[in-house]
């Protein structure tokens, strides 16, 4: 296994410091936020971005469902349109929580 110089990145968490890397005599770029496996990673290691952009992943999942009128039609039941529900709008927004990084 090698590791890629031209895709490698340096960030710093959690400190102000500032660190000179390098990787075969070749400096790494300093960045302030990448993303990583599809997940948005900033320095202050706070995970609201993310948040956000799954909030709006799952609202734009809703809102194609509005004009067939799956919420209003009375020959759906309750049961069926909570599940879509939970398919829909928890699915896309939990993806990728177990990376999001918790606060009090």
Same mark, same amino acid.
């Given at each position: 296994?090698?590791? !890629?110089?031209?895709?490698?990145? $340096?960030? #710093?968490?959690? %400190?102000?410091?500032? &660190? ?26 706070? !995970?609201?971005?993310?948040?956000? $952009?799954? #909030?709006?992943? %799952?609202?734009?999942? &809703? ?42």
């Amino acid at each position: 296994m090698q590791i !890629s110089i031209e895709k490698s990145r $340096v960030m #710093i968490m959690g %400190s102000n410091e500032e &660190l000179d890397v390098s990787i075969d005599g070749e400096k790494q770029e300093t960045v302030t936020q990448f993303k990583y496996l599809g997940a948005a990673t900033t320095e202050d290691a706070r !995970s609201v971005q993310e948040i956000n $952009v799954r #909030i709006a992943i %799952s609202t734009s999942s &809703l809102a194609k469902l509005k004009p067939i009128h799956v919420w209003r039609d009375k020959n759906i039941s309750m049961k069926t349109r909570m599940g879509l529900l939970r398919a829909l709008f928890t699915s896309a927004f939990l993806y990728g929580c177990d990376t999001w990084t918790l606060n009090a």
